[in-house]
């Protein structure tokens, strides 16, 4: 009860933060951190300092070398280095930063290796030799926007500066609420949600708290809750799981390739015939997920299929994989799997004509379109998390009504 307690105030003292310096939030975003004296771990100060980028073909002995550590000693710390990582591999355009003795000859001390923007390579060479990796801290900022679609969510995002790794995120938040095919020009959308930095700068984004999604003049809604210390997941503003019982889709980031119908003209075999299932383009070895949790009926071939999993959830719903390169190992039939768990690999075993999933799913025995079924919806909140989610939800409410005024 004390922590939505705390998030409510946060929440709260964040509108009205909001209210007051909304000009001057967007301008912080683009402020960089002044860098300090105390980088990694060191006081940069007491050492003479010299930063460079990585040159094409250019190995980290050769760096040491300039700043007068001899061969033998380059030699040990590839040798101590081996397991953390490969001092001989360096990558073009990489920063670099060698803490060097303050005395004439400059000799280096430390070598410090910039591997991403968060992580970094430490090679302590005074007297023992020490390697390891540190990880700046990454600084989350909460942010909330909103757009409205020109063309589609993607262009909405662009426009309004934002990530479009939020498109992922919203189309899975959605993915049973919305059908992301269907928005048109007008629909609107305001979000809040984590922005990770580090020193300044955006490395990606983190969590999305709360949306709101209006199509065609109707809101929905999404907030995300943690009714347990595992996961969480994400409810309308009555409480209702937008997660259904199944994944939309057997694979991430997928695009459908063809849709189920009562009739198709076969791409291989050019006969008329239903296409009852449908299918999912994605590269060659993408992980097949289980999109609820089952039992496995089978895992075999045949010559149509390929290599193909069916999965009974209960006794009323199947679902089928079809065409994978690899079944996953460990998957046979009585094992049972949960949502999410990956099955196999996309292929074009059997009849296809390139790397896909062919999903089909069954209900009472017969193929259906599982797009146009009612499905059973996730579970709603737990009766005794009802009260607090109400209350966060209140808060999260009104923040983004606050964002949608003032931006349309
Ligand atoms: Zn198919």
Sequence with gaps: MKRYL??????????FYLVNNKEKIKIDFQEKVKEPNVKFGFDLDS???KKGTIKEGQVLGEILYLHHVDHNQINRIVKK???????RRAVPGKKYTVLCSKDTNETAQVFIYEKSLAEYVVFDIRNDIKVYIGEKPIEIKNRLSSGIIESSLWNALVYNNLSPALVVELE???????????????????????EKYVEGEFIGIGEVK??????????????????????GDFFDHEGNNLRKT??????????????????????VTGQWKGHFGTDYAAP???????TANGTISKASYSRNNGNYVKIKHNTKYSTQYLHMSKIASGIKKGKFVKQGDIIGYVGSTGLATGPHVCYRFWKNGRQVDPYKEKLPAGEPIKKENKDNYMLLKDSLLQLLQLETLYDL
């Design 284 to 290: 060659a070895g993408t992980p097949i997920m289980a």
């Design 6 to 15: 705390i998030l409510i105030v946060l929440i709260l003292s964040t509108i």
């Design 81 to 87: 280095s081996k397991d953390i990582f490969d001092f």
């Design 210 to 231: 709360a949306s709101s999604f209006t199509h065609s003049g109707k809101n929905f809604y999404a907030f995300y809750f943690e009714e347990n210390e595992l996961y």
């Design 246 to 267: 199944f994944l939309r889709a057997p694979i991430k980031y997928s695009r459908i390739s063809s849709r189920f119908s009562k009739k198709r003209k076969h791409p």
């Design 172 to 194: 899975a938040i959605y993915a049973w609420t919305l059908d992301f095919f269907k928005i048109q020009k007008g629909d609107y959308f305001t979000v809040l949600f984590e």
């Design 47 to 49: 050492f003479s300092i």
